[in-house]
Nanobody, 122 residues
Framework: VQLQASGGGLVRPGGSLRLSCALSGGALSSYAVGWFRQAPGKEREFVAGIAWSGTMTRYADSVKGRFVISRDNDKNTGYLQMKSLKPEDTAIYYC????????????????WGQGTQVTVSS
């Protein structure tokens, strides 16, 4: 199983980006999907998670109301729609797949993408 994250870039404060996470070598429907981020000098932190069915989601308090996680199992792809971006959202964003029920714990995610850089700056 491999994950490929894409969609990052440079955006102004208040702008939007949509990240994608494509899974190959397996079926995305078998996994919960999580998005994490890591800023320079900081630990990796949970951003959002979605159950395999897509019916349950959870978010870090810092992104609630601004980010939306979703998935399309037919396309084997997960998404993170980010709006009202702030400079403090600047980080490398990672998607991950978990064979556990959806959760916010990095160690419970089995597969990781390579990360995509998101920079929010004027």
């Amino acid at each position: 199983v491999q994950l490929q994250a894409s969609g990052g870039g440079l955006v102004r404060p208040g702008g939007s980006l949509r990240l994608s996470c494509a899974l190959s070598g397996g079926a995305l429907s078998s996994y919960a999907v999580g998005w994490f981020r890591q800023a320079p000098g900081k630990e990796r932190e949970f951003v959002a998670g979605i159950a395999w069915s897509g019916t349950m989601t959870r978010y870090a308090d810092s992104v609630k109301g601004r980010f939306v996680i979703s998935r399309d199992n037919d396309k084997n792809t997960g998404y993170l729609q980010m709006k009202s971006l702030k400079p403090e959202d600047t980080a490398i964003y990672y998607c991950a797949a978990s064979s556990n029920p959806y959760n916010s714990v990095p160690q419970k995610h089995d597969y990781w993408g390579q990360g995509t850089q998101v920079t929010v700056s004027s």
